[in-house]
């Protein structure tokens, strides 16, 4: 595949940023993951950090939204929640990021906001609760006493926006073309995995 638009999906502490990172750096592509969150920022006129617990919420009913705050003088888009806004302008970002070129992209349902592209090439990586765990206390610095409750939060915030958004299941093989258990590969093994999944991908046939 000579023109790769990777789509990574990941359990929290799985590793899948560093490895998309590093993927990214190996193939001489663009990565992006919290820049995305900054372009959206910028692109709403709100601070990084005011946008930051708005992401990969869960989306609110358009028409409950606006029947709930209905004002003549306010626009549609004006009766949209953060994070709604938020997830159409990231939506728009991904789309013209990948028509930009080959890249790498983490979270935020790429693989299915590019399902029509016929570069994509999606992952999904996972681990152990236990890899994770421990990961997460390292990579993260997240406190022993806390992680147990930070981890599985974070899975279900992801889990519950891809599954609302897509209309799909998180969790399903089948959205992805590569599946990779991280915890018994390895960080570096997934990364060579995912370079060499690449290059051997044949271009696909376009209509």
Request: hydrophobic letters at 35%; one cysteine or more.
């Amino acid at each position: 595949m000579n023109h790769p638009i990777i789509t990574i999906e990941r359990e929290y502490g799985s590793g899948g940023s560093v490895i998309g990172k590093q993927v990214a750096e190996q193939l001489g592509i663009p990565f992006y993951n919290h820049e995305i969150l900054e372009m959206a920022a910028e692109r709403l006129g709100v601070p990084v950090t005011k946008l930051e617990g708005a992401e990969e919420s869960s989306p609110k009913s358009f028409l409950y939204t606006l029947l709930l705050n209905s004002n003549p003088a306010r626009t549609m888009e004006d009766n949209l929640p953060v994070s709604d806004k938020l997830y159409i302008t990231e939506t728009q970002i991904i789309q013209e990021l990948a028509e930009q070129g080959s890249c790498v992209i983490v979270g935020r349902c790429g693989n299915w906001i590019l399902r029509e592209n016929p570069h994509k090439f999606s992952i999904f990586a996972y681990a152990s609760k236990s890899f994770r765990l421990q990961y997460a206390q390292q990579a993260y610095h997240v406190p022993e006493k806390e992680i147990g409750v930070v981890l599985p939060k974070i899975d279900s915030r992801r889990e519950k926006f891809y599954n609302i958004n897509t209309g799909g299941n998180w969790h399903d093989k089948n959205n992805y073309i590569l599946c990779l258990n991280t915890g018994k590969l390895g960080i570096e093994n997934s990364v060579s995995l995912v370079v060499n999944a690449v290059q051997l991908m044949p271009e696909p046939e376009l209509v």
